[in-house]
């Protein structure tokens, strides 16, 4: 019938559009400083912004995972000790051009890796709370198993029963292996992931007159952002460092 679809045709314009799709979520985006000139140390751009107070020294590292990181370093010039807290840095978002009085734009805050940690803890924990439940639940099975050959015992069985029971017990030794295995892959990811933010990135810290303090730290990327002011504060003073993002057309 004439302005039906083949099949075949409709197949083909599904795929390709699930590719279109997927293909459009891969986009790659970087930062780079509109601050006067930066220092460039070994590819890495280094901003810095100074008062009596404090110098902060700020580096865009990458994009990764939906986050921009930065490297900060920070030294206290002041007589008494500040705190450090990368979980109350934040940024604003613009489009075009950044404003000279950009009034109430809303902040969205740096990831914070105490609340991280406490959220890893949890992760961890249900899964602890799961794999003794399926242990239970396993041993509890292998008591009936058990029961049920004593109680079957001078029973006449087919061999169709027999090799049935023994397919079933092989599928249940089979399904405990492989949860077991996933319980340790998981615990083993939770592991690695508790150990990165314990002791990779940027964590709350009191700096002491004279000394410096820094890390890493991770922002969500904006995709409808032309433009991001970075704000970290620190002491009572607020250090801003505008960017410019854009996205990587090309990576050949």
């Known amino acids: 019938m004439a302005g039906r679809l083949k099949p075949v045709v409709v197949v083909f314009i599904v795929l390709f559009s699930f590719l279109q799709f997927n293909c459009g979520s891969t986009a790659v985006y970087r930062l780079s400083s509109i601050d006067g000139e930066p220092v460039w140390d070994y590819g890495w751009e280094v901003v810095g912004k100074k008062n ?37 840095i934040y940024y604003e978002v613009f489009r075009d051009s950044i404003p000279r009085h950009p009034g109430m734009v809303q902040r969205t805050y740096a990831v914070d890796p105490e609340l991280e940690l406490a959220g890893i803890e949890k992760k961890s924990s249900s899964l602890d709370a799961s794999e003794r439940s399926r242990l239970g639940l396993s041993a509890i099975v292998s008591t009936i198993d058990v029961v049920g050959s004593v109680v079957s ?16 017990r092989e599928e249940r030794m089979i399904a405990d292996e492989n949860a077991k295995i996933s319980y340790e892959n998981d615990k083993a990811t939770l592991a690695g992931e508790k150990d990165y933010w314990m002791n990779d990135v940027l964590r709350k810290v009191t700096v002491f ?13 904006r995709r409808n952002a ?22 990587v057309k090309s990576l050949r």
Not at 209 to 221: A, D, W
Not at 226 to 247: A, T
């Open 52 to 88: 009596n107070a404090g110098e902060a020294h700020i580096s865009f590292v990458e994009a990764k995972d939906g986050y921009f990181v930065f490297l900060l370093n920070y030294e206290n010039r002041t007589e008494k000790p500040v705190l450090l807290d990368p979980g109350e």
């Open 209 to 221: 007159p004279g000394e410096k303090e820094g890390g890493y730290f991770h922002v969500s990327i």
């Open 153 to 168: 015992i001078g029973t006449k069985r087919s061999s169709k029963e027999l090799k049935k029971q023994e397919k079933e």
């Open 226 to 247: 032309d433009f991001i002011r970075l704000i970290i504060p620190v002491g009572g003073n607020l250090y801003s460092f505008d960017y410019r993002q854009y996205e």
